[in-house]
């Protein structure tokens, strides 16, 4: 079973052509024409740039890929794109366009879940189907999420942010520090030499008997802390080097945590990560120790495959049908789909 992906749900236009059968899963090819540079002087995610950037590139990217990876529309078992959550008008570039694919080629086509593909990347990555049951951590610039992965059609979720997203809040964060977008892999950077535990910033529901979280409390923290500072001292790398360490502590801890204690809660020996913040060293750092204390087996998402990437997609293609799930030529864009 061959599938092409195809992912446009925010600042980054994918391709991918993944490839299963019964043993593994095996990617043939994968592009990314990353928008980055183009919101980076915004501080954010500009949609009507992202927009025009989808729609400027997809169709000869995707005649070019297909051409470079010696791939037919014979050769293809399905089309699998991106049906959300994501920016509204940037889905609809990608699903559009993987529906004319469809229409004209006579394939299925499957509108994936983002977090879908989040949720499996990391068992995608070691080129196998997903293990269940597992626990999987969603964490990305618009989500942070704790998942029961009962089975492939029963995922629950347990528990997920109240207001900002990780690496949102980090994205947010790095701004104050007047540092540049994305936060998330900037802030890493800049806590490198960096004293963790120079300064306490808060974690949210630490005590409580939830898996939710919160973490605009913690962006406001740091922004109070800031105000209360001579502005000169943002021109001290060690002082933003110490700051960085101790936001990304504060973040990373509450969410090592959270995981490892849903997976003892439902008895689970299995904990996979993705999305965009698991590309974080000190999450992978402060998970790996916890699984092996607690003898939970642990799945980490390699950077390439953290951000939004067509791989997840087609990964989540293969497995509709692997789970004999009916293709749906006409589903919509859904901007604020969830897991179920
Ligand atoms: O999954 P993703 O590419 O896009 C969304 O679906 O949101 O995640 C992007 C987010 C950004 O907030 C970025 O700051 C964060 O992931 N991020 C990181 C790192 N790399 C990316 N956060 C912490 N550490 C990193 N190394
Ligand atoms: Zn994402």
Redesign the pocket.
């Known amino acids: 079973m061959l599938v092409l992906g195809v992912e446009t ?2 600042d980054e236009t994918g391709l991918a052509l993944v490839e299963g059968n019964e043993g593994e899963i095996k990617v043939i090819g994968s592009i990314l024409s990353s928008q980055v540079a183009k919101h980076r002087a915004y501080g954010g995610v500009v949609p009507e740039l992202a927009v025009r950037a989808h729609l400027d590139v997809l169709p000869s990217m995707t005649a070019q890929f297909m051409v470079e990876n010696h791939v037919s529309w014979d050769d293809l078992d399905a089309v699998a794109v991106t049906r959300g959550p994501g920016l509204v008008a940037s889905l609809l570039v990608g699903l559009n366009f993987a529906r004319g694919l469809a229409l004209a080629t006579g394939l299925p086509l499957f509108g994936i879940n ?2 879908e ?2 949720l499996y990347s990391a068992f995608l990555a070691e080129g196998q189907w997903p293990v269940f049951p597992f626990i999987g951590l969603i964490v ?4 942070t999420l704790i998942v029961l992965a009962e089975k492939e059609d029963r995922l629950v979720r347990l528990g997920g942010t109240l207001d900002d997203a990780a690496g949102e809040c980090l994205d947010k964060i790095a701004r104050l520090l007047g540092l540049p977008y994305p936060g998330g892999p900037e802030i890493e950077r800049r806590a490198v030499g960096g004293d963790a535990f120079r300064f306490y910033f808060p974690r949210s529901f630490e005590k409580a008997d939830t898996f939710d979280f919160s973490f605009s409390g913690l962006k406001t923290a740091v922004r109070y802390f800031l105000e209360k500072q001579n502005p000169d001292i943002l021109r001290d790398a060690q002082f933003i080097a110490d700051v960085c360490a101790s936001v990304q502590e504060a973040v990373m801890e509450i969410l090592a945590k959270k995981a490892v204690l849903a997976a003892q809660r439902h008895d689970v020996r299995r904990i996979a990560v993705g ?2 913040v698991a590309c974080n060293g000190r999450l992978q750092a402060l998970l790996s120790q916890l699984c092996q204390e607690e003898g939970i087996v642990l799945h980490v998402t390699p950077p390439a495959l953290c ?2 990437n067509a791989i997840m997609i087609a990964g989540v293609g293969l497995m509709k049908i692997r789970y004999q799930v009916a293709p749906d030529l006409f589903c919509e864009a859904e901007p604020g789909w969830s897991l179920q």
């Open positions: 749900s925010c983002h977090l593909g989040h990305s610039g618009g989500h999305g965009g951000t939004d």
